[in-house]
């Protein structure tokens, strides 16, 4: 296909005008620049933006696009952080913000249909009200998509106990290049007709076709919720918290960490509730009816406080089994809600440490999480940079935010050197390059460290029977 | 390729000898006779039956089939209710039980490594052992394996709050035709890295590969469980039931229905505890921890005695919203294991009815369920033929078991007639012709009621990047 197509013919102009009328098709460059990137800031080349409202539009856009060999990059709020929305070659962005009803809520079903620019927290407010709940939370719930969601296989914080988008995606519609309209799935909870298209279409990044319509599964909503802060002498001792949270054998709705560099990275812009002797923090969410709530909160103070029984001579076992130092709980929306508000700051605290970040999400079997914590630290160490790491725990998700000045060339290098021995720290235990985010452009250099040529080939040949041209979001995530 | 092959050259025996030595190979009628079917039973030709101990082998034999164009049929115990197992072209058919070693349960990762043929209530057995928990519990649990399960994407009566096999794949390995070895995924509970190739083998019914390992999630064991039967006027006031405990934002574990005509059938083999205002029943199942399941047990009971407060004109609703008129529990597995015995004598009792079965597992969108079952209803009366209703209702996933006599050709082409019904119905309602057992052989003459020919199609192409010569189940599945 061809690679260089700095602008569109006056034909393809015109036939897009034809699909698009008025502003659903932007075409200077003041229009389209904000439609050039995503959260991850890597800039592309969009020839054109097109806005549909129908699924005709889409069709006759991939139509279009197939006979013109035209890239297409879908995206929904474009919160992606790998580049995964990012037009690199010139080609057709399509942003599906104005494709935004909820087409159904079933009470009966507990089956929601929605379209894909719905932003998540919109439809998750407009089930709640209904007593019904949707469980994926990624931390961009207020501004990401949807669609968004189904394409990067958006997890979250309640993934712990209730697993992330692909288990909630029951049957969807997309359209393939050429504008052929493919319907998988459907309204049932259980459904095992032919190969999984469906889940398929989960986390592929928009590298099969564009998704115009999804039906999900809903759960009844949980009547209460908790949440505690755990406060620990160490990382250490807070990592074996958390074995001792399992071996009591509670599932909470989310177990996050917050190392000791995030605590202090926290106390710089409030005053943390936290005593000094506090390094190393376990923030945890469980839900549960009214009555047994209060029970759950109780046995996981006594978790908490109770030493799990292991010994050994691996370093840190004896401080590891210290009980915390200190801790907080909160039940119901208002109480909980200042814990929360201290965890969201984390992530802009960190650019009070340094102007810059590479964020990483590797996620490690979660046996290893203090190993990859401990290396990781390392490796800070070895580079003289601030590695802030919080995030999932409970699935051995870690969120590593590798802080430097871009200004500083010294620093930058080290940035990126830090960055490949994280991810070969992270190969060396069986741990995966991405465990939300995905991988877009920005871990495409890492891909060989983790797949294989016979599982690239695969997937490759995977995306030819939907993708036959390459057309798109080309070069992706595999 | 050849579909004609009725016996082994006496090269491609030798081959299989040199790979399979002493009794891993079994070539005469009377020691592959029972390779030749499954639960189904269906009848096919197996050329040869391999058992292979180690992946080496099955790299090997997949490198002769290949080269010799031979179809492979891989298989467990042969559970399959839809001859997914079934050599229906000549072919070798490979029985994994020799592969049945549990390789690893990581305490800490919450994580086994198992070789397909392991049994799955071995595993759980092994896992629970240690305060694991590995919750995909199909009715074939004492005989059906992990592999099988995999094959199937195998649910259970726990999948209503604890998902599918799906949900507790996290990694695999596979031999490919021509022996290429492909690892997916890995030990992360979560792992968003290139395209869904691990879920796409869940319930691909063995037409890509061989499974020869694979990597479960596993979950902390609850600490107790805790049983009730609810006995209601009518179907209708069970259906009822149904939705009060979801108003009531109850997710059971399992959430059982029990039709009239199933209690009925019960009662023929054991004094049933209900009395005969009993006329369709709910077995339910409940989790958590020691200290809040009684809780739980309670508001439980409270929401079936509850009216929901719904109100409408649709017949039944007067009925429906009557509450039990008998329920009994049971807390901890010994009072509860007399209400899952009269659960699992359900299947067994059926023949007393008849001595022949169709036996379906449909699922509709959870609020049809009434529909369908009344409409099943309709259909039975209409043939005179009893049909039995029962199964997995919080899932929408009805088992439908269409009783006749083999040897009364009317009621056999009755209960042909009943089961193009059975399926028609269900497609009306956006149900599905399979909530757990798979498509195989039986269904494959319905598909065209709910696939289209571009799912198909694409289904076949993404086949053909695994399997470019077709040799794996053949013809099968979609």
């Given at each position: 296909?061809?690679?260089?197509?700095?602008?569109?013919?006056?034909?393809?102009?015109?036939?897009?005008r034809?699909?698009?009328?008025?502003?659903?098709?932007?075409?200077?460059?003041?229009?389209?620049?904000?439609?050039?990137?995503?959260?991850?800031?890597?800039?592309?080349?969009?020839?054109?933006?097109?806005?549909?409202?129908?699924?005709?539009?889409?069709?006759?856009?991939?139509?279009?696009?197939?006979?013109?060999?035209?890239?297409?990059?879908?995206?929904?709020?474009?919160?992606?952080?790998?580049?995964?929305?990012?037009?690199?070659?010139?080609?057709?962005?399509?942003?599906?913000?104005?494709?935004?009803?909820?087409?159904?809520?079933?009470?009966?079903?507990?089956?929601?249909?929605?379209?894909?620019?719905?932003?998540?927290?919109?439809?998750?407010?407009?089930?709640?009200?209904?007593?019904?709940?949707?469980?994926?939370?990624?931390?961009?719930?207020?501004?990401s998509t949807?669609?968004?969601?189904?394409?990067?296989?958006?997890?979250?914080?309640?993934?712990?106990?209730?697993?992330?988008?692909?288990?909630?995606?029951?049957?969807?519609?997309?359209?393939?290049?050429g504008?052929?309209?493919?319907?998988?799935?459907?309204r049932?909870?259980?459904?095992?007709?032919g190969?999984?298209?469906?889940?398929?279409?989960?986390?592929?990044e928009?590298?099969?076709?564009?998704?115009?319509?999804?039906?999900?599964?809903?759960?009844?909503?949980?009547?209460?919720?908790?949440?505690?802060?755990?406060?620990?002498?160490?990382?250490?001792?807070?990592?074996h918290?958390?074995?001792?949270?399992?071996?009591?054998?509670?599932?909470?709705?989310?177990?996050?960490?917050?190392?000791?560099?995030?605590?202090?990275?926290?106390?710089?812009?409030?005053?943390?509730?936290?005593?000094?002797?506090?390094?190393?923090?376990?923030?945890?969410?469980?839900?549960?009816?009214?009555?047994?709530?209060?029970?759950?909160?109780r046995?996981?103070?006594?978790?908490?406080?109770?030493?799990?029984?292991?010994?050994?001579?691996?370093?840190?076992?004896?401080?590891?089994?210290?009980?915390?130092?200190?801790?907080?709980?909160?039940?119901?929306?208002?109480?909980?809600?200042?814990?929360?508000?201290?965890?969201?700051?984390?992530?802009?605290?960190?650019?009070?440490?340094?102007?810059?970040?590479?964020g990483?999400?590797?996620?490690?079997?979660?046996?290893?999480?203090?190993?990859?914590?401990?290396?990781?630290?390392?490796?800070?160490?070895?580079?003289?940079?601030?590695?802030?790491?919080?995030?999932?725990?409970?699935?051995?998700?870690?969120?590593?935010?590798?802080?430097?000045?871009?200004?500083?060339?010294?620093?930058?290098?080290?940035?990126?050197?830090?960055?490949?021995?994280?991810?070969r720290?992270?190969?060396?235990?069986?741990?995966?390059?991405?465990?939300?985010?995905?991988?877009?452009?920005?871990?495409?250099?890492?891909?060989?460290?983790?797949?294989?040529?016979?599982?690239?080939?695969?997937?490759?040949?995977?995306?030819?029977?939907?993708?036959?041209?390459?057309?798109?979001?080309?070069?992706?995530?595999?």
């Open positions: 296909m061809s690679t260089q197509a700095p602008h569109l013919s006056a034909t393809q102009e015109r036939s897009l034809d699909i698009f009328p008025g502003d659903a098709l932007l075409l200077t460059p003041e229009q389209t620049l904000v439609f050039a990137t995503d959260a991850g800031r890597r800039m592309g080349t969009p020839l054109a933006v097109v806005r549909p409202t129908t699924e005709a539009q889409v069709v006759e856009l991939l139509r279009l696009a197939q006979a013109e060999r035209l890239p297409v990059y879908a995206r929904g709020r474009a919160s992606n952080q790998v580049g995964a929305c990012v037009p690199d070659r010139p080609g057709i962005v399509v942003s599906l913000l104005h494709m935004n009803r909820i087409l159904d809520i079933a009470d009966d079903d507990f089956v929601a249909e929605v379209e894909p620019g719905v932003v998540t927290s919109d439809l998750q407010r407009a089930v709640e009200a209904r007593g019904l709940f949707y469980p994926p939370d990624p931390a961009s719930i207020d501004i949807i669609g968004g969601n189904v394409a990067t296989c958006a997890g979250g914080m309640r993934a712990l106990k209730y697993g992330v988008t692909r288990e909630y995606v029951l049957g969807l519609t997309a359209v393939l290049p504008g052929r309209v493919l319907h998988t799935g459907g049932c909870h259980k459904n095992v007709v190969l999984d298209l469906t889940r398929l279409f989960v986390g592929s928009g590298t099969l076709g564009i998704v115009t319509r999804i039906a999900l599964k809903l759960l009844p909503l949980p009547q209460a919720t908790a949440t505690l802060l755990a406060g620990f002498a160490s990382m250490e001792a807070a990592m918290g958390v074995r001792r949270i399992f071996r009591a054998g509670i599932l909470p709705v989310a177990l996050e960490f917050l190392s000791p560099e995030v605590l202090d990275c926290v106390a710089r812009r409030q005053t943390p509730p936290w005593p000094d002797s506090v390094r190393g923090a376990l923030l945890i969410r469980l839900d549960g009816s009214r009555e047994s709530l209060p029970l759950e909160v046995r996981m103070h006594d978790a908490l406080h109770t030493s799990d029984g292991t010994s050994g001579d691996a370093p840190g076992d004896a401080t590891g089994n210290e009980p915390p130092v200190w801790s907080a709980h909160g039940v119901g929306r208002d109480e909980e809600e200042p814990l929360w508000a201290m965890r969201r700051g984390i992530s802009p605290s960190a650019y009070l440490v340094r102007p810059n970040k590479i990483e999400d590797i996620a490690v079997p979660r046996g290893r999480l203090l190993d990859a914590l401990t290396g990781i630290r390392a490796i800070a160490q070895a580079h003289d940079l601030p590695i802030l790491t919080y995030g999932h725990v409970g699935d051995g998700n870690i969120h590593v935010n590798i802080m430097y000045d871009g200004a500083d060339p010294s620093e930058t290098t080290r940035a990126d050197a830090a960055t490949v021995e994280v991810m720290l992270v190969r060396s235990m069986d741990g995966t390059l991405s465990g939300e985010h995905g991988v877009g452009m920005a871990k495409k250099e890492f891909l060989h460290l983790q797949l294989s040529p016979l599982e690239t080939e695969l997937m490759r040949q995977v995306k030819h029977a939907f993708d036959p041209l390459g057309i798109m979001n080309p070069d992706k995530a595999y």
